[in-house]
């Protein structure tokens, strides 16, 4: 078996758990990640926000995997969302329906995703 020592923690893993090339473990390469994300929110989001526009095709394959695999999911969440739209707002129901785009309709709850969840807590 293949070990290699981290060294950031220090301590001998399998390689299975070091990516390729890298001197730290996944783990702690994860932590890396998170701390240079937090510590450079601007750069973060200008380099998703680009890989994003660079993979455009590649996200919205993404996006109907995800509706196709988890089709009931996405209705019954698409239709929670609606009702509790309708009820705050009547008036975006009407955008809402214009939108026969899944890509679309999909953006929209993802963005709004932490605020309805959290209104759904709310009301039970
Ligand atoms: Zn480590």
């Known amino acids: 078996m293949m070990t290699k020592c981290c060294r950031d923690c220090g301590v001998t893993k399998d390689l299975s758990e070091f990516y390729k ?3 730290i473990c996944k783990p702690c390469f994860k ?3 998170k701390r240079w ?3 450079n929110r601007e750069r973060s989001r200008a380099i ?3 890989w994003r526009k660079n993979n455009s095709e590649r996200v919205a394959e ?5 509706y196709d695999t988890h089709r009931d ?3 019954d969440y698409h239709r929670l969302y609606m009702a509790k739209k309708a009820l705050e707002c009547p008036k975006h129901i009407l955008t809402m329906k214009a939108h026969k785009n899944i890509g679309r309709a999909l953006e929209h709850i993802k963005k ?3 605020g309805v969840s959290s209104k759904l807590e709310l009301l039970g």
């Open 62 to 66: 993404v996006q109907k995997r995800y």
């Open 21 to 23: 090339e890298q001197g």
């Open 37 to 39: 994300c937090e510590n």
């Open 48 to 50: 998703k926000t680009n």
């Open 31 to 33: 932590e890396a990640n």
């Open 112 to 114: 709004d995703e932490l």
């Open 73 to 75: 999911h996405v209705r």
